[in-house]
């Protein structure tokens, strides 16, 4: 599977994912101003994996400080620090990663600087793995939901690339395959940004997982004909009762799957639910440039100057047509997910299987 | 409101389509072959236009015969009606423009070849004109079920560029506004070959009628938020039982209207209503080359080499999510359109309304 962010040999090798699938091109990086312009021009994406790479930014930037004064190495840490939480402002795992950087630090004032700089490599490396273990959980409590012979379809990209691996939304897949289980994908493009042809396509490719590429709008057609068992899609915010925000045309595949009895589940990170939020009408929705649909890739202009664009980067689907969510803590009905926020909650009564 | 084809000066004025949106280019053609080449290279499509084009075409072809001889002439004729035919054979309304002109010939046979050059010149023109009236007739019965100040969404282009005006989809939305109504348009992208943004944005921005474009995906959102009042979508074929065969996607805009209780009509020519095909199920659909996805206009590459794509062009929307169809002689249920093909059918009695 491929990694879009890990540490090799004391440096971040970054995939840059704006060349996908055009070209392949990994960069290892020594200098943190550089992982920081990789996070600002989008070479990486995805919430957990630009948390793991402004993580790991911050572990170069330590290596390259020269001082043996605990005092002034915090001090000369800092610009990296704020550097990396100004880079894509309201990134919520860039700022957790920082935060918890921050702990670490606090809670070891009495070691050394190079003791503090083995522990902040070490730290990067830990969100990473910490990272794909909460995808395998979401994978193995999702992967109970698919059987042999199943055809997935997924929206946008979910995958390996935009987390630490496995990804959310395809973590229930590749775990399936590990299961023994033949499962083959059909991916939407996901217009206007495509990150279904260029991104999810291409890792599945990678992967060896059987993918089909089609437009959005084939998706109805291909489920009347029987050709779709199950969706999955991830989420960028999932609320207390359950509604979903996640990339725009995920609406319009749930209610297909209503019409044609077929289940819809989404894959949510615990860390990706807003328990403060009462329902997904609360959750503000992005409207984005009318270039991103008029101009292909940024270069193959494909309407008219001028024309009028409603350009949408999310959409909210409700609850009622949610048929399970998996998170690493198990699968459950969209109902019981504000359960979650509370500690006390006998996880086994909620969770649910097939 | 523009013309995709007219006869202007003896000549063939065509639109070419292909450049469309990024240059508007008409050509004045006084030379059949070059018709023809701008059938077959989609310089014009849609089936009324392209029959329209293939009749004006003959008239060019006659005049260029130099012979007073009524058998020489006819002979002379037949090459450029074959060729007419051979520029896209499956295309339905070519071969009835060619039959409609041998018959022409045929019940004119005593006529000079100086009257008859003037049959077939008059001919194309008349061929363009019984269109429009058509279109008219399309929009005056579905405009009965727009209201002033409606939203209507249309996918693919079944506008003025595919007919000789007025288009079928948009009649309805033209013969609202020129009775004072306020309609706004919001068009589908309508990937893969994106005909919405290219084509219908265009032209509708051109007519003077306010156009959004938004991707296909976006569809469902709209709904949810109360944007759209109602679909008005062209159909390739219609069915005795009402089924609609018609661009990718189609299908999946019924389903969300549905979902949302918004009316999904279907405008359809009685001329694209197969009374021979008893349901949908029959309609053969064609897959088309991959490369209509991973290539946007040909050029700009947005999927891995090498990627798995179904790319069905059409769908078949059941009769059942059809609210109501809009043809020349009425807006009818679909359940009712087999009747149609029965000349004793009283048609007042099965005529619908708001």
Chains 1, 2 share one sequence.
Not at 60 to 89: Q, W, Y
Not at 305 to 327: K, L, Q, R
Request: a negative charge; glycine letters at 8%; one cysteine or more.
């Amino acid at each position: 599977m491929v990694r879009a962010i890990d540490w090799v040999n004391g440096k971040v090798r970054m995939l840059d994912q704006t060349r996908l699938p055009l070209e392949v091109r990994f960069v290892d990086i020594d200098d943190y101003k550089v992982v920081a312009e990789g996070i600002k021009k989008l070479w990486i994406r995805g919430a957990p994996a630009i948390g793991i790479a402004s993580a790991m930014g911050i572990a170069l930037a330590a290596i390259d400080i020269n001082t043996s004064d605990v005092e002034t190495f915090k001090k000369e840490l800092e610009p990296a620090i704020d550097t990396m939480i100004g880079t894509r402002p309201t990134a919520i795992n860039i700022r957790w990663a920082m935060d918890r950087i921050k702990m670490l630090m606090e809670s070891n004032s009495d070691r050394s600087v190079n003791e503090l700089k083995a522990m902040l490599i070490e730290e990067g490396q830990k969100i990473l793995n910490e990272d794909i273990e909460i995808n395998r959980s979401i994978g193995k409590w999702g992967a109970d939901f698919l059987k042999d012979g199943d055809t997935v379809l997924t929206h946008c990209n979910a995958g390996a690339l935009a987390t630490g691996g496995y990804g959310t939304a395809t973590a229930p897949i590749h775990v399936s395959i590990e299961q023994g289980k033949r499962i083959s994908v059909i991916a939407d493009e996901t217009r206007p940004v495509l990150q279904g042809a260029r991104l999810t396509a291409w890792e599945l490719m990678q992967a060896g997982v059987p993918v089909t590429l089609i437009t959005d709008n084939s998706a109805g057609a291909l489920m009347k004909k029987g050709y779709i068992d199950a969706v999955i899609v991830g989420t960028d915010r999932t609320v207390a009762n359950g509604d979903v925000a996640n990339k725009i045309g995920t609406y319009s595949v749930a209610v297909l799957c209503k019409e044609h009895s077929i289940p819809f589940y989404v894959a949510a990170p615990i860390s990706s639910i807003d328990f403060s939020l009462d329902n997904g009408e609360l959750i503000p929705i992005e409207e984005r440039d009318s270039s991103e649909v008029t101009l292909v890739s940024g270069e193959c202009r494909i309407a008219p100057e001028g024309v009028n664009v409603i350009n949408m980067a999310f959409d909210v689907t409700p609850a009622e047509y949610v048929t399970a969510i998996f998170t690493e803590k198990g699968a459950f009905r969209p109902s019981d997910l504000a359960k979650l926020a509370d500690e006390g909650t006998d996880l086994e009564k909620i969770r649910i299987s097939p």
